[in-house]
């Protein structure tokens, strides 16, 4: 009877951890459907402000004005850029997000995305570019390579006080009849401690203390992974930090 009784409290105690998961799970997709509705209505307001913005920059402005339209643009950009990753981590979740290549240049795309961060960096520090020889073209999708890459150069560049931010091309080489990239984005700042490792590629789970979503890295991650690649971090406090990046794709023939 013991024995009887002793599975019986078992299958209890699983059947109420099933039904735990399964209210979780739905509570989840309500999450990400809540996420994805609000995001496409918010979108479209944004849009708007963007967009009346930009009509006022071309009418005449004293001073004050000028400001407050300046503070206005970089907040509606910050905006746009939030909306865009939490529809991108919806998609993600419901495994939805396409990867759309073209011939790309990845030397030239990696010089784009470094001049595009070149106005946050302080007078203290030097923002530098190592790229290897590159004489073809790959296939790529350029605007999610380059996502990934301003995430991590603008990280760098907001975490990143005195010294240098060194974009690198490290290695590109035939593997496997695909082509392995492997990029490095290092930096001199404040660098990341053990347990902030643990959960930096988590999503809502921000590494800044002062702004940030949480929503960068992983989404960079996630993107790396659909070309079959991986970002490592190698990073001890006070002496800063290196986001090495690999993917594979094709060689344009």
Request: glycine letters at 6%; proline letters at 1%; hydrophobic letters at 40%.
């Amino acid at each position: 009877m013991s024995e009887n009784k002793e599975l019986e409290q078992k299958r209890e105690q699983y059947q109420k951890i099933l039904v735990k998961n399964l209210i979780l799970t739905q509570k989840l997709r309500n999450q990400e459907l809540l996420i994805a509705s609000l995001s496409h209505d918010l979108r479209g307001a944004v849009f708007a402000i963007v967009g009346y913005v930009k009509q006022l920059t071309r009418t005449e402005l004293n001073d004050a004005q000028k400001k407050y339209i300046e503070r206005l643009s970089e907040g509606s950009d910050f905006l746009e850029g939030l909306l865009g990753e939490l529809l991108d981590v919806v998609k993600l979740q419901e495994g939805n997000l396409k990867l759309y290549l073209e011939p790309t240049r990845i030397d030239k795309l990696l010089e784009q995305s470094l001049s595009m961060v070149e106005s946050r960096i302080t007078e203290n520090v030097t923002l530098k570019v190592d790229l290897i020889p590159v004489e073809f073209e790959l296939l790529l999708d350029k605007r999610r390579i380059q996502q990934v890459f301003l995430n991590l150069l603008s990280n760098a560049t907001k975490f990143t006080e005195y010294g240098t931010i060194l974009l690198t091309l490290t290695s590109l080489r035939e593997k496997e009849n695909r082509i392995e990239v492997i990029v490095d984005v290092l930096d001199t700042g404040k660098g990341i401690s053990k347990a902030l490792k643990e959960t930096l590629f988590l999503p809502y789970v921000s590494n800044d203390m002062d702004e940030g979503s949480g929503l960068g890295l992983y989404i960079s991650k996630a993107l790396v992974e659909l070309m079959d690649g991986e970002i490592h971090v190698y990073s001890e406090e006070g002496k800063g930090t290196l986001f090495r990046v690999e993917f594979f794709c094709d060689k344009v023939s």
